[in-house]
């Protein structure tokens, strides 16, 4: 009797749904994730200005499987009941149970004609539709918390969405991670399909070079594990590695580019022989080329005393002093490995011998990659974007328009964290490995790292050059990864401030704000207190420029802060010698002649070096599209979408110009082209 009744009910609202359907048709489109599509008999009403309903009109058709996954299909609506020519105020949208029981349906949005105003209104919708549950939506969706016509079901929503994202320490002191992977953030098919295509691809070109190989008996068979039609190709560094301006331009355009500071003294730690110094200052005093400002420093202090593997039971926290020539290059002329100055911590220059000056710099790279796979990548991007990331989604509603601003660089970004931590830094992973610091030093150093990281610094590019002293061109003249990063962190300041104030035309509006002022507690507060502890953020948003800086922080920090950090990988560790990953054992207590067959013994064996080229092979992969380009559209208000589409115009000017200027570099720098440069972190 029951199954009758709803055949009844069905055939009835088919029937009504052909009268009057002139004036408005539906567009619905179902959400390209899996199992989003339904069987469900899917019901819409419209509501106009004044308050009148159209009767329900059953969304289905006659020997059509609609409402499946990724499909838009169209439907002629009832109009009847509504006053002409009234604008319509918004829609309710409801489904049954299928005869299937399914309980699943992912409504990406619904589109109304109205073709007596020639007008189309678009729904967002985005969300799972449950059964017998009626959604109120409304045109474009994107609305503050004070402003929402349906607050108590945006607190419902807000509730199931803090069950779905909670987190968990991974990481002692460190940013939190998501205590269980949501289905809604997992991979798409396509892309595990296209990664995994590639992931097979590389390991079968590692164990044919595994069994072609010889084992290392010089440097030059290092070089000639590659082959020129191999995708692990042989990268540039072969050629310059050994060449002390390399080591140098890597501190200026390299994958860790962020830690070369201007040198305003020489530290007390670092015990320099200035008889050993002024032959490389080109007629300058030590004292006058500090003076000149033409001295630069990196100390790698973040890794003094960090846990390591036990081939190296003491990890190195280099210093190294650059000296900036007439030529404009930075030129070491000082590595120190350690921080503390002792007989057994010798001070390496140039003019030593020409291996053990090689030598050297193996170990200072050594460290300088720990800080970088640590900080500068792990940490300080997927880590940290994913605890931003997961109090968002526990704080803004999916109606919130900064939360429509952020979602398209949060795409993938906790699938792969998750990804990840399970496959890369799990015991006995790939870090454990292929990093000296191995898992507990990695995870030490991410804590160490993100406790002194704050977001009013670090999260804003000209700042965090400004805190280095390297800001001024005048002081550092080739300086790659300052030029193109601070027109790009321009960019997307602009495009975030016209968003935000946008939708925040009063100071009052961001008071009201209850979920972005909840959002932004939560990261400031310690976390001693149950807060994320994120340095740099106010507990209370008092101004626009406030939510701006936040805003600008996340979304550069997902699009070109990882692009910097992340797709040269295989350009500097494909080469082990270049930038090693690991060396085997301590260097010399005191300085002696280096021979070859010295740094051979330092470095790993073959199986390790090829496990380093295919994992940083797989890192350097693009995965999502370019910035602005987006893929998922969650901005629909005209207003935003033609903000959006100015974005794009000046992030093409400035891809233009990127690549102008890398005509005249000798050595290209196209990590921040806008062409380049993804919305998110994905790999």
Same mark, same amino acid.
């Given at each position: 009797m029951l199954a009758? *009744? /709803?055949?009844?009910?069905?055939?009835?609202?088919?029937? %009504?749904?052909?009268?009057?359907?002139? *004036?408005?048709? /539906?567009?619905?489109?179902?959400?390209?994730r899996l199992y989003a599509g339904t069987d469900s008999t899917v019901y819409l009403q419209l509501v106009d200005k004044t308050g009148a309903q159209s009767e329900a009109s059953c969304l289905d058709k006659i020997f059509v499987n609609d409402h499946e996954r990724g499909e838009t299909h169209s439907y002629g609506i009832n109009a009847k009941g509504l006053q002409t020519p009234n604008e319509l105020d918004h829609i309710i949208?409801?489904?049954?149970?299928?005869?299937?029981?399914?309980?699943?349906?992912?409504?990406?949005?619904? @589109?109304?004609?109205?073709?007596?105003? =020639?007008?189309?209104?678009?729904?967002?919708?985005?969300?799972w539709?449950?059964?017998? *549950? &009626?959604?109120?939506?409304?045109?474009?969706?994107?609305?503050?918390?004070?402003?929402?016509?349906?607050?108590?079901?945006?607190? $419902? @929503?807000?509730?199931?969405?803090?069950?779905?994202?909670?987190?968990?320490?991974?990481?002692? &002191? %460190?940013?939190?991670?998501?205590?269980?992977?949501?289905?809604?953030?997992?991979?798409?098919? *396509?892309?595990?399909?296209?990664?995994?295509? $590639?992931? %097979?691809?590389?390991? /079968?070109?590692?164990?044919?070079?595994?069994?072609?190989?010889?084992?290392?008996?010089?440097?030059?068979?290092?070089?000639?594990?590659?082959?020129?039609?191999?995708? $692990?190709?042989?990268?540039?560094?072969?050629?310059?590695?050994? @060449?002390?301006?390399?080591? %140098?331009?890597?501190?200026?355009?390299?994958?860790?580019s962020v830690l070369v500071s201007l040198c305003n003294e020489i530290p007390a730690k670092l015990a320099l022989e200035v008889d050993k110094v002024e032959p490389f200052l080109e007629g300058y005093t030590l004292n006058d080329a500090l003076q000149n400002k033409k001295l630069f420093i990196v100390d790698l202090v973040l890794l003094n005393r960090a846990p390591c593997r036990g081939e190296m039971p003491v990890m190195i926290a280099p210093i190294g002093l650059f000296y900036l020539n007439k030529k404009d290059e930075l030129m070491p002329i000082a590595i120190q490995l350690f921080q503390e100055p002792s007989p057994t911590n010798p001070v390496y220059y140039p003019s030593d011998s020409r291996l053990t000056w090689i030598m050297a710099k193996m170990f200072f790279n050594m460290g300088d990659a720990q800080q970088h796979q640590s900080c500068t990548h792990l940490g300080l991007t997927h880590l940290l974007m994913e605890t931003m990331c997961v109090a968002a989604h526990r704080h803004l509603s999916p109606s919130h328009p900064i939360f429509r601003l952020l979602a398209p660089h949060y795409l993938y970004l906790l699938a792969i964290n998750s990804r990840g931590l399970e496959k890369l830094i799990s015991p006995g992973g790939w870090v454990d490995s292929g990093m000296i610091v191995g898992r507990a030093g990695m995870f030490k150093l991410i804590s160490r790292g993100f406790r002194r990281w704050r977001l009013d610094v670090h999260g804003d590019v000209e700042k965090e050059l400004e805190s280095r002293g390297v800001l001024d061109p005048k002081v550092l003249p080739y300086y790659p990864y300052r030029d193109?990063?601070?027109? $790009?962190?321009?960019?997307?300041?602009?495009?975030?401030?016209?968003?935000?104030?946008?939708?925040?035309?009063?100071?009052?509006?961001?008071?009201?704000?209850?979920?972005?002022?909840?959002?932004?507690?939560?990261?400031?507060?310690?976390?001693?207190?149950?807060g994320l502890g994120i340095g740099g953020?106010? @507990?209370?948003?008092?101004?626009?420029?406030?939510l701006v800086q936040i805003c600008t922080a996340v979304v550069a920090a997902c699009s070109m802060g990882h692009a910097g950090a992340n797709f040269q990988q295989y350009d500097a560790y494909g080469f082990v010698p270049n930038y090693p990953g690991i060396l085997m054992k301590l260097p010399p207590q005191t300085k002696r002649e280096m021979t070859e067959k010295d740094l051979l013994e330092f470095l790993p064996n073959k199986s390790t070096t090829l496990d380093i080229m295919v994992i940083t092979k797989l890192l350097s992969m693009k995965g999502t599209k370019s910035l602005g380009d987006f893929e998922v559209q969650y901005i629909y208000d005209p207003s935003v979408v033609h903000i959006a589409e100015e974005f794009r115009l000046e992030l093409k000017k400035?891809?233009?110009?990127?690549?102008?200027?890398?005509?005249?570099?000798?050595? =290209?720098?196209?990590?921040?082209?806008?062409?380049?440069?993804?919305?998110?972190?994905?790999?």
């Open positions: 009758l *009744r /709803a055949m009844l009910s069905y055939f009835n609202s088919w029937v %009504g749904s052909l009268w009057d359907v002139s *004036r408005f048709k /539906a567009h619905v489109t179902t959400g390209d949208v409801w489904r049954h149970s299928s005869i299937t029981g399914d309980d699943r349906w992912f409504l990406d949005r619904i @589109e109304i004609e109205d073709r007596t105003q =020639k007008h189309r209104y678009i729904f967002p919708v985005q969300r539709i449950e059964v017998e *549950r &009626r959604y109120y939506l409304y045109e474009f969706d994107a609305f503050l918390p004070q402003d929402d016509r349906q607050p108590d079901n945006r607190r $419902l @929503e807000l509730d199931r969405k803090r069950e779905l994202y909670k987190y968990k320490e991974t990481i002692e &002191r %460190g940013p939190r991670q998501i205590q269980e992977l949501p289905d809604d953030e997992k991979f798409s098919e *396509r892309y595990m399909l296209d990664f995994l295509k $590639l992931k %097979g691809k590389l390991i /079968a070109r590692q164990y044919h070079l595994k069994f072609t190989t010889e084992e290392w008996a010089s440097l030059d068979d290092v070089k000639n594990i590659y082959h020129p039609d191999s995708t $692990l190709h042989r990268p540039e560094c072969t050629e310059y590695w050994t @060449e002390d301006w390399w080591f %140098g331009l890597q501190r200026v355009q390299g994958v860790n193109d990063a601070v027109p $790009l962190f321009k960019i997307i300041k602009n495009y975030v401030r016209k968003v935000v104030t946008h939708y925040y035309s009063t100071p009052e509006k961001l008071e009201g704000d209850y979920e972005v002022q909840g959002w932004a507690k939560e990261m400031a507060t310690s976390q001693m207190e149950g953020i106010p @507990e209370k948003l008092e101004n626009i420029d406030q400035l891809s233009h110009e990127i690549k102008v200027r890398n005509k005249t570099r000798k050595f =290209k720098y196209e990590w921040f082209d806008p062409d380049i440069v993804p919305n998110s972190i994905s790999i």
